[in-house]
Nanobody, 122 residues
Framework: QVQLVESGGGLVQAGGSLRLSCAAS????????MAWFRQAPGKEREFLAR????????GYTHSVKGRFTASRDNAKNTLYLQMNSLKPEDTAVYYC???????????????WGQGTQVTVSS
């Protein structure tokens, strides 16, 4: 089973940028569709972005569309989330997840990372 570890979180000012990474272990990383989620204090976990196994297809929730970009480097077993024009409301713990289906719901994700904190100051 694929194991995931997020990194790259930190404190940034509003309007700034941050790049998150999700390192995956296992031989079959390219067979997994991947996704990014976030969870702010007191709120439900929110879907942000998904990307197909080959990186050719992506989808985003409206709140981050045009600001966030998901990508992956299968040779490095790594998923990325480039976050630009950050806003204070982007403050949350960010998680990556792996699924065998590009259209998985929460129950369809086989693996989750531990999360990385992103804090955006006003």
């Amino acid at each position: 089973q694929v194991q995931l570890v997020e990194s790259g979180g930190g404190l940034v000012q509003a309007g700034g940028s941050l790049r998150l990474s999700c390192a995956a272990s296992g031989r079959t990383f390219s067979s997994y569709a991947m996704a990014w989620f976030r969870q702010a204090p007191g709120k439900e976990r929110e879907f942000l972005a998904r990307i197909s196994g080959d990186g050719g297809s992506t989808g985003y929730t409206h709140s981050v569309k045009g600001r966030f970009t998901a990508s992956r480097d299968n040779a490095k077993n790594t998923l990325y989330l480039q976050m630009n024009s950050l806003k204070p409301e982007d403050t949350a713990v960010y998680y990556c997840a792996a699924s065998l289906s590009y259209y998985s719901d929460y129950d369809g994700f086989a693996s989750w990372g531990q999360g990385t904190q992103v804090t955006v100051s006003s």
